[in-house]
């Protein structure tokens, strides 16, 4: 392969920007990470990062990224450093029959029976399963890829030095023109950050909060329920993911209404005492109502820079099928 493109400059280090870094130094260019922040203190690190597309547009596009992606995950499973696992996620609805998706099916998604839907707090099929099934109307299981964050952006990051990329932290720009002309190619990862990096007020922040609690006891599936009140409850090697919220705010600091609501919810679903609290996180998801943004354009300097940006709550969804679209929009 000839790289005419050699230098390429990042812009964010979140699970989009660390995943393109990645396929960007392994096919033999020297890219360069610039952000504000890293790791666990990203909007990528306050996400429970179960593998399903979410707040994310159009579905078009983003299953066939989903997919690919879950392609990447799956064989990730087999490497321990990486912190993904595969695991059996149960969605259910509280409204009505809960349509499984056609792209679901032959991954193996199977609706729940109905004696487990059925089953009333305190029974033995309940028991066995930890949770309060009896107020969910429908559901059904799939396997998918679970990252740990705590553990899979540290692995993103390690892997991508390890080929020779760098990472720089505590940088701003306000422009992408302000990015330093020796790179030949900028990749906009920015997120909600992209609002106003490239003026682009289509973006919304989607605002997650979660509670991160001390591991639950016989919690072997991922819980989620998307009708309101949404709730999810996300088991990992050391703790638990406990959530959540989904609206429109720019508010980043911790609610204790909220985290109370949160723990108690989950709580009584899972018909358990109220665990521990170990942290709380906030996360801006990047929801873009036109849809994901991944295209290629030139700066006013001549350069190109291809965006890939507005993934909402499918950030770590998609992070593997976008990548692979940005190194495939590199001109030759």
């Not at 006891?217 to 989904?246: E, H, K, Q, W």
Request: aromatic fraction near 8%.
């Amino acid at each position: 392969m000839i790289v005419v493109m050699d230098h390429v400059a990042v812009i964010g280090a979140g699970v989009s920007g660390l995943t393109c870094g990645v396929l960007f130094a392994e096919r033999g260019y020297r890219p360069a990470i610039f952000a504000k922040e890293t790791g666990q203190q990203t909007t990528s690190g306050a996400a429970g990062a179960l593998w399903f597309p979410y707040d994310a547009e159009p579905a078009e596009k983003i299953i066939p990224w989903a997919l690919r992606t879950f392609e990447m995950l799956a064989d990730l499973a087999g490497v321990p450093a990486s912190g993904v696992a595969m695991i059996e996620l149960r969605q259910f609805s509280r409204t009505g029959e809960i349509q499984i998706p056609d792209w679901a099916i032959p991954l193996g998604a199977r609706p729940l029976p109905s004696s487990v839907i059925s089953s009333e707090p305190g029974s033995e099929v309940e028991k066995s399963l930890t949770v309060r099934f009896g107020e969910f109307t429908s559901g059904f299981s799939l396997r998918v890829p679970l990252m740990d964050t705590t553990i899979y952006l540290d692995y993103l990051a390690g892997r991508f030095v390890e080929v020779g990329g760098q990472i720089n932290t505590n940088i701003r720009f306000e422009n992408l023109e302000e990015v330093d002309p020796k790179f030949d190619l900028v990749i906009n990862c920015a997120g909600i950050g992209a609002r106003e990096l490239v003026q682009d007020f289509d973006l919304e922040p989607h605002r997650g909060q979660v509670a991160i609690v001390s591991k639950i006891d016989n919690l072997s599936c991922a819980i989620v329920c998307d009708d309101p009140p949404l709730m999810y409850a996300i088991p990992r090697g050391n703790d638990c993911v406990f959530g959540g919220t989904n609206n429109l705010s720019d508010n980043l600091a911790t609610d204790p209404a909220t985290t109370h609501r949160i723990v108690a919810e989950c709580s009584r679903v899972l018909h358990i005492d109220k665990p521990r609290v170990l942290a709380e996180r906030v996360g801006l998801r990047p929801y873009r109502r036109s849809g994901v943004r991944l295209e290629r354009e030139k700066l006013r300097d001549g350069r190109i820079v291809i965006h890939n940006y507005g993934h909402g709550g499918s950030g770590f969804t998609l992070s593997w099928g976008c990548a692979r679209e940005v190194v495939e929009l590199v001109p030759l």
